[in-house]
């Protein structure tokens, strides 16, 4: 049965994502945003976050492997051991929050202050009266604050991933690519797909994403999407290609849904042709979906960490239309709980003395 989803904010933040990639293409100055960095020459580039912010560094960094010092750098990671991470280090944090208020967020604010408080900052971040876009330091900094529409007032974040994943790749992308309109027209076209695609399958009590590269930590995100929007009731794996094979393959069971989110690179492709052989040999009585480049913009996308946020898509299409099916409040799983909330609340942040 087809459910109309519109009552949903959060399948109508989904479908607002063209519309805020080609708005916002017009309205931030990455032209400016890449002087400023290349005027810094940092040494290393930290992208930090919590959560679905963390995995926008994941992204990030394997993306851009290859073409400078890029880390991906929880700011869970270090809230907890900040020493291990800021004695002596002045690299360009780059930090991204939806809300920019989440404590992990304030903990890595404090951390600077106290053990390198002249390392440069670029804050990414949706809410512009959060800490992430008010507080200063005391080295270098820039804010980017994304428009008001990409600040998702559902539970998941969606349009919010997306559109801090993208401006950053747009800043740190040697050679400037900024295919915002590209990757707008790629997912007006795309949506309908993922829509019919979801309609046509149950939701599945075990579900795998895997892919190569970014789409690896694509595949991250994706599996938290669908564990969250479905409160814990279907249960997702994520893993790289080879790395499938390594033990993590035996999470499948019959009935398990397999996506894998294509490689737009050669050699990956080789491998990635290999495992659906094998999967289709070994797994007959699960579901194969392959998502790629290819499918929905052929040529217009050239690499695999512009292709990400497209990939996303898909999941969070499945994981909206299995949370409704499930008869959850898409908008708020957790709903009466009072153990997940929108901005994470009860953790207690100890001081960092320097």
């Known amino acids: 049965m087809t459910h109309d989803l519109d009552k949903w904010a959060t399948w109508r933040e989904i479908h607002a994502q063209p519309a805020i990639w080609r708005d916002w293409a017009g309205q931030v ?7 400023w960095v290349a005027g810094l020459g940092p040494r290393e580039v930290w992208f930090c976050g919590a959560g679905s912010s963390s995995y926008i560094g994941d992204i990030l960094a394997a993306g851009l492997q290859g073409l400078g010092a890029f880390r991906s750098v929880p700011t869970t990671e270090i809230v907890s051991r900040p020493h291990a991470f800021l004695r002596g280090s002045t690299p360009l944090v780059v930090q991204f929050g939806r809300s920019g208020d ?7 604010l404090d951390a600077l202050d106290a053990l390198a408080p002249h390392a440069p900052r670029l804050n990414i971040t949706c809410n512009s009266h959060g800490a992430l876009a008010t507080r200063k330091g005391k080295g270098e900094g820039r804010t980017v604050v994304l428009p008001p529409e990409a600040h998702d007032a559902g539970f998941a974040m969606t349009s919010s991933v997306s559109t801090m994943l993208m401006t950053a790749a747009a800043i740190f992308t040697p050679d400037g690519t ?7 027209d790629a997912l007006d076209k795309a949506l309908p797909q993922f829509r019919a695609l979801a309609d046509q399958t149950v939701a599945p009590e075990r579900i795998v994403f895997l892919g190569t590269g970014p789409l690896a930590f694509a595949a991250r995100e994706a599996a938290l999407k669908v564990m969250e929007l479905a409160a814990g009731q279907i249960s997702p794996l994520w893993e790289s290609i080879l790395g499938f094979r390594h033990g993590p393959k035996s999470f499948v ?3 398990t849904h397999i996506v894998l989110f294509s490689s737009q690179n050669d050699h990956a492709a080789h491998y990635e042709a290999d495992l659906v052989v094998e999967l289709g040999d070994q ?5 194969l979906t392959v998502i790629g480049a290819d499918q929905f913009n052929p040529g217009a996308i050239a690499s695999d960490l512009w292709s990400a946020p497209v990939c996303l898509a898909f999941a969070q299409v499945l994981a909206v239309v299995w949370s409704d099916r499930l008869g959850l409040n898409v908008d708020n799983p957790f709903a009466g709980r009072g153990t997940l909330t929108r901005v994470v609340s009860g953790v207690k942040l100890y001081p960092v003395n320097p």
Do not use: N
Request: proline residues 14%.
């Open 283 to 287: 797994f007959p009585d699960c579901l």
């Open 253 to 255: 069971l019959p009935g």
């Open 29 to 35: 100055d990455v032209v400016e945003l890449r002087a």
């Open 102 to 108: 989440s404590a992990e967020t304030i903990g890595l």
């Open 178 to 184: 900024t295919p915002f309109a590209p990757l707008a």
